[in-house]
Each structure stands twice: as structure tokens, then as C-alpha cells.
């Protein structure tokens, strides 16, 4: 038997070929979404010992407490979720999973890249290799409800793409733009991520930078990784 573990909240369930949790052995509907979720989640597990693709960025400058990023564009296929913060993850990652191990028209395999980003869905105008992280905005959003993406390889454009056989999944062109980023390991709980958020807004404002956009939670790591050891960062759009 092995161990499943909910992507985002660490919760699983013991499961042997065919079987998963307390279910009855799975279908053929099925089929696209255990293989995706495991898959996913081994290549999110080795993200520090294979060369996992990433969105390009140039760091234009070290702070004592975060880092300015100016990210060149890259594309995201996205999809809403709505639920608490810890545990929407789950059901966007089964979906995404999906796409980029072949639920789409030509049944293309795309790379997983890190991260896998999570943010609230904003009510105004803020706003495949799988790469990391994963990443989630906090306020002036939709209360529990959440656009979880997963960064495209840089080998596609918009136009190259394979078209998701999910209407619930988006594919859409991040621009290029300055980011602070705040890294920090461990916990994946709310609590941590508010104050990591608290902490880098604050010095944002004591800095003079001001935000353009609500702050995304970025994760690089699977449920699997050690929490010392993972890499997850909030990261603010700034103004230019």
C-alpha cells in the first residue's frame, strides 16, 4: 500500500492499485485524474533535484528582508476554486494535473515547472512543463473563492498551447512587472502565510514601494517535502 497526500493540506488516504480511500476501485472516468494527482506530485517532490522550469526573472535588488524581482512575461493555466484557504488547493491541482498530462485537445503531455500560485479572485481591476510555485492572493478578493495556476513551459505561447478540454481552466498571459518577494520555509497553514504577508507589506511601506495588485502565495514543494526544506514565497506586484 501507499500513502496519498492531499496536496495542500497534507490529508490522505491509504490506497493500493485501483483503490483509493474509501472509495470502490476507480473507472475509467477516473483514469485522467489519479494519474495526473500522482504524477504531479512526484515531479513536485524532486523540484530540488531536477531541473525544474521557472518563470525568467532578473533580481534587481537584495533587501534586508525580501528581494525586488522584475519577471519577464510568462503564460499560467488557471482555474477558480471556491472554499477555506487550505483546502481549495486540492481540487484546482486535480484539474490542472489533468491538462498537463494530456487531458487536452491532442492529448499533448506538458512538463510540470514550479511554482503553483494561489490568490483570491479579485473583484476590480487588480488582479506545459509544471513549474513552481504554487500561489494564492489575500485581500480585495471574493471571499472563498480562489484562482489556483500552474506556470506554462516557456516553449509555448498563448497561441501553442493546447486547448483544455475543462471549460473551467484558463489560459492566460502574465506581463512582465516588478515583484517584492518575501522566501520562507515551512508551514503551509494560513496563519503562517499572514504574518510572512504582514511582515512584507510592512516593509514595503517603509521602503516607499507601493503594491499594484493583492499579494499571491507561491509554492514549490510537494505535500511530501520536508517543511524545513521547502521554498514558499508571497509575492506583491508593485507600481513601476
Known sequence: MMFISNFWTGRGAATAAGYIGPTAPMTGSTTWVT????????????????????????????????ELRRYEPYRVAEVEVRGAFEGVGSEAFKILAGYIFG??????????????????????GLRLEMTAPVTQRPEGATPDTYIISFVMPTRFTLETLPRPNNPRIVLREEPARRIAARRYAGSWSEDRYRDEERRLLEALRRD???????????RY??????????????LVPLAD
Open 35 to 66: 494519474s495526473a494527482w500522482l504524477g504531479a506530485t512526484l515531479l513536485l517532490s524532486g523540484a530540488h533535484v531536477m531541473a525544474t522550469e521557472e518563470p525568467s526573472f532578473q533580481i534587481l535588488q537584495q533587501m534586508e528582508d525580501y
Open 103 to 124: 487531458d487536452n485537445q491532442g492529448e499533448t503531455k506538458i512538463e510540470m515547472t514550479a511554482p503553483v500560485n494561489q490568490r483570491p479572485l479579485e473583484t476590480k
Open 208 to 218: 516607499g514601494l507601493q503594491p499594484n495588485g493583492t499579494p499571491i502565495y507561491a
Open 221 to 234: 514543494n510537494s505535500p511530501f517535502s520536508l517543511p524545513m526544506l521547502r521554498r514558499n514565497e508571497i
